[in-house]
């Protein structure tokens, strides 16, 4: 099997088994899938901006609790949700726009530091303000829906997530081959080379960054709709080091990494969590095992398959094809 | 009026704090080019490991002095994990810490629990024009000031300081002439988990620390650092009285839940500011 | 002295010493020329530990210190310092043989090593190998943008270092006539493989190397362009 029919196989297949599985779970699997999901979409982001900008994003989460409050203000103020979720990912690309033009000056050290900046002083705002909700939060955000018609049902937020993690993935794979995303690649190897290949360089990483942004922003949109319930305490800075840890597992600059990153991630996290709750566990273990495992993961994944697991595990079977004679 | 001096006395011995937070960061920055994001762990674990060795009977002055040397060994730790591996690019040095960053978190709660710590540092106050102080304020003072005299002389004056500012200045020919790059990067870490548990161990008695207190202690050092563009220790102490003294006004007469904030705000204009001005220099 | 054998060094993929053999004897000075990208630097860099060999051999014995293409000072430490570093590996830091040597430097100690001129400069890189008492010195470029009295008189140290006190030389120049005119043997390299090496008289006289090397204007040396100039002074 060559190259491209062997990736759209596994697309179909990993399409098919999508659709599928909601189906078989149960209601708190389906929050699950659908936290999943929109993981999926963030990391899909973050991996663009790290693998082809070589930027470190730790305020991801701001951009995904801007889409969420965007969306959960406007439902709350009457206005159709689906508005509101179409507003989450352009607001949350427009603040992305307003900040990455003094920022993305920053080289990569500073940037980290920045959007982490970023977002410690956008939860703040988001705490004090009355509109917001302050500390307390936004409650009874409406449920998804158009006119009188609403998805009440979990299985239906999780074709809604599907049909947006997919949006986001066609997207990416479009961009990823398109021309600009050739002259990405440029970008990516060494920003100097990129620059006097006529690449522009930095309206090209404003877009990355916008456009990583945009993805955090739709995300949060489905978040907020779902759980019908936000705070600050739900974006925590922490959550904006899950998804690195999740960009950097699969592997940065990639369309499946994500995905693989994403899922990987999540399940070790409940199975953890499930072990950390049982009876006997001290209170403490459920965070000990999951700070522990991120990290551990972060760190051995850059140190031994600094690609990440995904691209690290594809060109090893690469080699072993290379090797084998059937290939002619 | 006294109010006024007590805020600046208290800013100044919190900025006292940070600028060593901070000058852990440029040791670290200078010698590796790396950026620690768990420079913040450091006076974590240092004001927690005190209190505990404190319960335990031992002294005040020993209790303090394991601590430091243990933030010490653990930014070798660190160090070792970060840039240990030849080859490791700095970006994935960075994200390296800050995976160490989070690790130290499990760690702290198994060792030290989830709930805030502090021990009590000098009990007494000082009245000055009017003005009750605590003495903790004037020891963290002192003992910051004399402790950025000694890595000036350090840097300055000692042979193993200029091997240290050497492999900043080119580590190619930090290499040509015998220097162990990665040797002195080991240092340097390690010297930036003793300057991080300094802090730590004079913070504690002033605002107790819980495992999470690292993102706080991380930014302010932060931002005192980029006072000397992440580059020179006496800068960062500048930057740390600054932010210290500004964020004990705004928190005096303001608001207190906007203390960092101020810092925030700070070290993001800062960094804008000097990035705008390398490119204007480079475009000239 | 010094003995390379089949030494191959590579970059990653690429190939930059394909096997190459080279002999230094004591109290020798030897050249080392070829175009550029040929692999002169790395050969050096090699010999200096820097890079580390993917086949071959080497012998070096006693110390081998480099100067390197460009200076490659500390250019925000003292000239004094950038000497004293120059000790690291050996055990005396006193800079004052330097400053027998180089009279010129005393008064510059206190100075940033990034404000000297390039001359200066090429004086401290000179005097910071001197630090390591090295019985090799391997000098790469050495005339590189510097005026030819600078350079006459960077060359008049070589000989004095090579003829009193018994130091090995091996001189990298992409001047050859420059090369050929103080070294008594030399080696040239193109494209990481030695291509000819003999005495510089029988090499000065082979048509091929006079057209390779020795062609155009007899004061070629002269002629550095702006471009080389600005090139090394920012590191
Ligand atoms: N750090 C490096 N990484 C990859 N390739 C390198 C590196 N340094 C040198 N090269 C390549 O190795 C080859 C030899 O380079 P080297 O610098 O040794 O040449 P040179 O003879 O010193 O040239 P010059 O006269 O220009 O100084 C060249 O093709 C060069 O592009
Ligand atoms: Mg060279």
């Known amino acids: 099997m060559n190259r491209p029919t062997f990736g759209y196989a596994v697309a179909a297949l990993a399409a098919a088994a999508s659709f599928a599985v909601p189906l078989m779970l149960d209601r708190s699997q389906l929050t699950i899938f659908i936290l999943l999901g929109t993981a999926v979409i963030v990391t899909t982001g973050l991996s663009l901006l790290m693998g082809y900008a070589g930027q470190v994003s730790l305020g991801q989460g701001s951009f995904y609790a801007v889409g969420a409050y965007t969306a959960g203000l406007m439902a709350v103020h009457g206005l159709p949700t689906l508005l509101g979720l179409a507003a989450a990912p352009v607001l949350a690309a427009a603040l992305a726009a307003l900040v990455g033009v003094p920022l993305l000056r920053l080289r990569g050290h500073y940037l980290a530091f920045a959007t982490l900046a970023v977002q410690l002083i956008l939860l703040s705002l988001v705490g004090q303000f009355e509109f917001t909700g302050g500390d307390i939060g936004l409650r009874g955000i409406p449920q998804l829906g158009v006119g009188d018609a609403t998805l009440i049902d979990p299985l239906a937020y999780a074709y809604v997530t599907l049909a947006a993690a997919a949006l986001v993935l066609l997207v990416t794979r479009n961009l990823i081959k398109s021309r600009p995303g050739r002259g990405l690649r440029a970008l990516a190897s060494t920003e100097v080379a990129a620059e006097s290949a006529g690449v522009p360089v930095g309206r090209y990483k404003l877009a990355v960054f916008s456009l990583s942004a945009a993805y955090a922003g739709l995300a949060g949109g489905i978040y907020a709709f779902y759980l019908g319930y936000i705070s600050p305490g739900s974006f925590p800075v922490l959550l904006s080091v899950q998804f690195v840890v999740m960009a950097v597992v699969g592997g940065l600059g990639t369309v499946w990494g994500p995905v693989v990153g994403a899922t990987l991630i999540t399940l070790l996290v409940q199975a953890l969590n499930s072990l950390g709750t049982m009876p006997g566990m001290p209170a403490y273990a459920p965070d000990v095992l999951s700070y522990a495992v991120y990290a551990l993961l972060l760190i051995l994944v850059l140190l031994f398959m600094p690609r990440g697991l995904l691209p690290s595990i594809g060109s090893r079977l690469e080699d072993r094809r290379a090797i084998s004679p059937t290939r002619s | ?284 | 002295m010094l003995e390379v054998d089949d030494l191959v060094v590579r970059y990653g993929a690429a190939t930059a010493l394909d096997g190459v053999s080279l002999r230094i004897e004591q109290r020798e000075m030897v050249a080392l020329v070829g175009p550029n990208g040929a692999g002169k630097s790395t050969l050096l860099n090699t010999l200096s530990g820097i890079l580390r060999p993917a086949a071959g051999r080497m012998r070096v014995e006693g110390r081998l210190a480099q100067v390197p293409e460009g200076r490659q000072l500390f250019p925000d430490l003292t000239v004094e310092d950038n000497l004293r570093l120059g000790a690291w590996r050996s055990g005396d830091r006193d800079p004052g043989r330097v400053y027998r040597l180089f009279p010129g430097l005393m008064r510059l100690r206190r100075h940033h090593a990034g404000t000297l001129s390039g001359g200066e400069q090429q004086m401290v890189a000179v005097g910071r190998a001197l630090m390591s008492d090295p019985d090799i010195l391997a000098v790469d470029e050495l005339s590189l943008g510097l005026a030819p009295l600078v350079v006459a008189d960077l060359v008049r140290h070589l000989r004095m270092l090579n003829e009193e006190r018994g130091m090995a030389i091996l001189l990298v120049e992409q001047n050859a006539r420059l090369a050929f005119d103080i070294c008594g043997r030399a080696y040239i390299i193109e494209a990481g493989r030695v291509v000819a090496s003999g005495s510089c008289a029988e090499l000065a006289n082979s048509p091929e190397v006079q057209r390779a090397y020795l062609g155009g204007s007899t004061d070629e040396y002269e002629e550095y362009d702006e471009s080389e100039e600005s090139e090394e002074t920012t590191r």
């Open chain 2, 1 to 284: 009026m006294s109010a006024l001096l007590q805020y600046v006395i208290s800013g100044l011995a919190l900025g006292c704090t940070f600028a060593l937070v901070g000058s852990g960061f440029v040791v670290i920055h200078r010698v590796t080019r790396v950026v620690n994001f768990a420079q913040g762990a450091f006076p974590v674990i240092a004001g927690l490991a005190t209190a505990s060795l404190l319960t335990r009977g031992l002294p005040h002055g020993a209790a303090e002095l394991v601590a430091i040397l243990l933030g010490g060994v653990i930014g070798l730790v660190v160090g070792v994990v970060a840039i240990g591996k030849p080859g490791t690019p700095p970006l994935a040095s960075l994200v390296i810490t800050l995976g160490l960053a989070i690790f130290a978190y499990a760690v702290e709660i198994i060792v030290w629990g989830d709930q805030p710590v502090s021990f009590p540092g000098l009990s007494g106050t000082v009245n000055v024009a009017g003005a009750r102080i605590q003495q903790q304020y004037f020891l963290v003072i002192v003992v910051a000031l004399v402790t950025f005299a000694l890595l000036e002389l350090f840097f300055g004056r000692t042979y193993l300081g200029k091997g240290l500012a050497a492999c900043a200045s080119n580590p190619y020919s930090a290499r040509l002439v015998g220097i162990s790059v990665t040797r002195m990067g080991l240092v340097a870490f390690a010297l930036g988990g003793v300057l991080g548990g300094l802090a730590g161990v004079l913070v504690t008695p002033l605002q107790a620390v819980s495992f999470d207190s690292d993102v706080t202690l991380a930014i302010n050092g932060f931002a005192a650092a980029i006072f000397g563009g992440l580059m020179r220790p006496m800068m960062a102490l500048v930057g740390g009285l600054v932010l210290g003294v500004a964020e004990a006004l705004v928190a005096g007469y303001y608001e207190s839940a906007f203390q960092t904030e101020v810092a925030l705000a700070i070290m993001l204009t800062l960094m804008v500011w000097q990035a705008s001005r390398r490119s204007a220099l480079e475009e000239a």
